[in-house]
């Protein structure tokens, strides 16, 4: 079992940034593949960004190549995602997770934090 808290969301200006945290516990953190994902308003849940197990690779969607940044820190069981030049349609709520392949698709990811709001406001 691998237990994941997500903090850092809140209200920001379009424009401007949020660095959301993802803190694990329980299994192992570096055996895992980790990603964000996010769910907007009356939309699907959808990939944002995802590290290998030594945060060598990165794969970010499309729509936040440029401005977001994931990274990780073994050490800590920690998780980052830094988000800057946000826009209103990156409101959503973001989940952190945990999976075993290296993958986009959301049902590989075994573990699922409660995720946090982000609103970004025009």
């Known amino acids: 079992q691998v237990q994941l808290v997500e903090s850092g969301g809140g209200l920001v200006q379009a424009g401007g940034s949020l660095r959301l945290s993802c803190a694990a516990s329980g299994r192992t953190f570096s055996m895992y593949v980790m990603g964000w994902f996010r769910q907007a308003p009356g939309k699907e849940r959808e990939f944002v960004a995802a590290i290998t197990r030594s945060g060598g690779t990165v794969d970010y969607a499309d729509s936040v190549k440029g401005r977001f940044t994931i990274s990780r820190d073994n050490a800590k069981n920690t998780l980052w995602l830094q988000m800057n030049s946000l826009k209103t349609e990156d409101t959503a709520v973001y989940y952190c997770?945990?999976?075993?392949?290296?993958?986009?698709?959301?049902?590989?990811?075994?573990?699922w934090g409660q995720g946090t709001q982000v609103t970004v406001a025009s």
């Open positions: 997770a945990v999976g075993r392949t290296w993958t986009r698709g959301e049902s590989e990811y075994d573990y």
